[in-house]
Antibody, heavy 119, light 106 residues
């Protein structure tokens, strides 16, 4: 069974750094990309970027380029999304999803990680 | 940047057909897919490559894509289909999501 299990909810202050994780299981982790998607409270889905665990190639949405870093450790089948300096506007639910590039769709999703940034 | 526009809401009676549109420039030349998201849950892929259903998705969900419009059709809508639906396409090295449609089953 394919599963993506994300790390737990986080409460941070503006200016702090953060890394959240997404552990894949039930499939060959290096055979699929991982995408990250943001959903702000009461809002729609926004694609942030994707990572190819086989060669570490990363592709960011222009809206998020320079604001976040996507990476992965293929030895433990885990992808990461990190911020160096959080803002209140980063408050959102963040989802990782398995990215089937050949089909241009996201076929399995993690349960989401809620990030709250507040002073 | 590329944009996908959906109606904010669609209402349907149980057992009837719901159609949700997704409009974008020359969308028919790209692959469209659709996600269902129920309150408090993660999105679920219901249609990919315009008209294909992933394993486990009921046959009442179907899709089409031509010209500037992709359409998700739910035939024989059930109460459990009440959710937000998002279309998605790939353009200029980015995934783009539609604005989302809330489907209400009255």
């Amino acid at each position: 069974e394919v599963q993506l299990v994300q790390s737990g909810a986080e409460v941070k202050k503006p200016g702090e750094s953060l890394r959240i994780s997404c552990k894949g299981s039930g499939y060959n982790f290096t055979s699929y990309w991982i995408s990250w998607v943001r959903q702000m409270p009461g809002r729609g889905l926004e694609w942030m970027g994707r990572f190819d665990p086989s060669d570490s190639y990363t592709n960011y949405s222009p809206s998020f380029q320079g604001h976040v870093t996507i990476s992965a450790d293929k030895s433990i089948s885990t992808a990461y999304l990190q911020w160096s300096s959080l803002k209140a506007s980063d408050t959102a639910m963040y989802y990782c999803a398995r990215d089937v590039f050949g089909e241009l769709s996201l076929d399995f999703w993690g349960q989401g990680t809620l990030v709250t940034v507040s002073s | 940047s590329y944009e996908l526009t959906q109606p904010p809401s669609v209402s349907v009676s149980p057992g009837q057909t719901a159609s949700i549109t997704c409009s974008g420039d020359e969308l028919g030349d790209k692959y469209a897919c659709w996600y269902q998201q129920k309150p408090g849950q993660s999105p679920v892929l219901v249609i990919y490559q315009d008209d294909k259903r992933p394993s486990g998705i009921p046959e009442r969900f179907s899709g089409s894509n031509s010209g500037n419009t992709a359409t998700l059709t739910i035939s024989g809508t059930q109460a459990m289909d009440e959710a937000d639906y998002y279309c998605q396409a790939w353009d200029s090295r980015s995934y783009v999501f539609g604005t989302g449609t809330k489907v209400t089953v009255l």
